[in-house]
């Protein structure tokens, strides 16, 4: 068998990701081959013994030497899937985790047809874009401090071909926009400063601060949002959150506080509560 055909490359690819610690080494191993030789799992499994070109051989060593260094494989391939479609992730945004797929399980659940709906700190645009495709009949507005994530997300919105019911504004939080909205969702960001060091080497090293780190008790977004948000409901509205693991008790005080009636909570598939979506304080 020659050296350097897929079987062998796979299997020496998988030992030293196993040994670097990667959690999925046959997977993270076979995703990368997949990619650098730009071939299908079908591709694989018929053609053990093909070989790859010197080209391709650079592509995967240098994919393997990134990931035996903890860098996600959505960020060494600029993309992950989230609930079915694929977003497209650079260094300026967060990778989209399955955790948040329950917030969006939550939205679905509520959301008018044809809701007008508004995503704070929307970073790829996984959210705001994923439930606009979902129902065709809705619009919406998405915010981000970064003018680089917006550009990602501003990509994602025309790949996904949502682009003409999303608009994109550069602002922190609130204050580029006027007007109201049926529905109010973000996955803002949410760790204790202090805890960002103690992070996997994956989250600390490769998602952008910005979006990680959410003051000395990793709830001064939420303040923030349940300050503002009442002004930017229509009447019936409500928002939806996802917060960190631990965090439900205090996030719900911060709303109820401000006069929001707490509606439901949900969980993710870990068990954690990862949503507390609340109703409009009616005046
Ligand atoms: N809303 C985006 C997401 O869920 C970004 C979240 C963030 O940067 N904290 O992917």
Redesign the pocket.
Known sequence: MPPDNLASLLAAATARLKAAGCDMPVLDARLLLQAAAAISREDLIMGPDLALTADQLQHFENFITRRERHEPVSRILGERE?YGRVFRVTPD?????PD?ET?IEAALAVMPQAARLL?L???????AITLLAERPAARGVAT?LSPA?LAVARENAARLGVAHRLTLLEGSWFAPLSGTFDIIL?????IPDGEIAGLSPGVRNF??A???SGGTDGLDPYRIIACSAAAHLAPGGRILV?IGAGQADEIAAIFTAEGFRAASRHRDLGGHERCLAFNRPEK
């Open positions: 989230f945004t967060l990778d989209p985790r948040t917030l995503d700190g929307t970073g790829t645009g996984a959210i981000d994530a973000s996955n803002p960001p949410y998602d952008p910005l979006a990680l996802e």
